[in-house]
């Protein structure tokens, strides 16, 4: 009975690997599209907030500050 669970074992190791790998880039790509794109981080506030104040927090974890008032500056600039 050991003997076919291995097939399976190994079927669902590989989807578990892809799946955390295919976050992993989905990740990256966002990060890299809100590092890149003011506009892209506007949609972001609209929609789904919690993902950039993650964003900022990062940021400003490796050192780079003002971001979030460029950005808040921006915005209420646009809206006048």
């Not at 506007?42 to 950005?71: A, C, T, W």
């Amino acid at each position: 009975m050991v003997h076919t669970m291995e097939p399976l074992a190994k079927k669902v190791f590989k989807g578990v690997l892809v799946a955390e790998l295919m976050g992993v880039f989905r990740a990256y790509f966002l990060f890299t599209k809100m590092n890149t794109s003011q506009d892209f981080r506007h949609m972001m506030n609209k929609k789904f907030p919690f993902i950039l104040e993650v964003y900022y927090k990062s940021i400003k974890q490796s050192g780079i500050y003002g971001i979030r008032e460029q950005d808040q500056e921006k915005w209420l600039n646009n809206k006048n």
